[in-house]
């Protein structure tokens, strides 16, 4: 689970909910009634105000991984992260999270995989259905085509989920290792 800023406008930081959970980089936050960062839920009278660039998670990484190798005699398989932090938790040292808004493009792993996208479509945040998310029962703040309750268009479809290049050499795709399968979308908030 993760995101891949392809450019981004601004890179703006916010005070993270004490009580928040595994809030994964990638997923699209929302300020609760302190002004802390939480998940956006897209529920009535709710905004959301970006997508986090930090995981806040006790189990879930928020980098990058490749596909999962086999190690050893033992024949167990392991997906390669490049780093993970404070056990998953990258706001554990400054209780901030960083929070891109104001535009980029982004690829991310952070959506429905039940829908069905094309370039050019709106999307709006909703709850994780399909793929690596079903770790996170119920994550919300994740990219969907499907009207949210607040109607709040988030991001625009620039290409549709398919595999995306990791750089090291292998024979998914191009002759890299994958990531896995990312949507590429243009933010709108």
Same mark, same amino acid.
């Given at each position: ?8 406008? #601004? %890179?703006?930081?916010? *005070?993270?909910?004490?009580? %928040? ?5 990638? /997923?699209? @936050? /929302? +300020? ?20 986090? !660039?930090? &995981?806040?998670? &006790?189990?879930?990484? =928020?980098? *990058? ?10 024949? &167990? ?15 554990? $040292? ?8 104001? =535009? ?5 792993? /952070?959506?429905? %995989? ?5 370039? =050019?479509? $709106?999307?709006? #945040?909703? &709850? ?14 994740? +990219? ?12 625009? #479809?620039?290409?549709?989920? !398919?595999?995306?290049?990791?750089? @090291?050499?292998? @024979? ?7 990531? =896995?399968?990312?949507? +590429?979308?243009?933010?709108? +908030?």
């Amino acid at each position: 689970m993760a995101l891949i800023e392809q450019y981004h406008v #601004v %890179a703006d930081h916010f *005070p993270v909910s004490p009580t %928040a959970t595994n809030i994964i980089s990638g /997923m699209f @936050v /929302m +300020l609760d009634s302190n002004g802390n960062v939480t998940q956006a839920t897209g529920g009535a009278s709710t905004r959301a105000i970006g997508i986090a !660039g930090d &995981t806040k998670s &006790t189990s879930l990484s =928020g980098i *990058p991984d490749t596909n999962t190798s086999w190690l050893g005699l033992s024949d &167990t398989q392991q997906a390669f992260v490049n780093r993970v932090s404070d056990s998953f938790d990258e706001t554990k $040292a400054s209780g901030r999270m960083t929070v891109y808004h104001s =535009g980029g493009k982004f690829a991310s792993d /952070m959506y429905d %995989a039940t829908q069905t996208y094309v370039p =050019g479509q $709106a999307l709006y #945040v909703g &709850t994780a259905n399909a793929g690596d998310l079903d770790a996170v029962t119920g994550a919300t703040g994740v +990219l969907t085509n499907q009207a949210s309750a607040n109607s709040q268009i988030v991001a625009t #479809v620039v290409q549709v989920p !398919g595999p995306y290049e990791s750089g @090291v050499p292998g @024979v998914d795709i191009n002759g890299s290792m994958t990531l =896995g399968n990312y949507i +590429l979308f243009k933010l709108e +908030l």
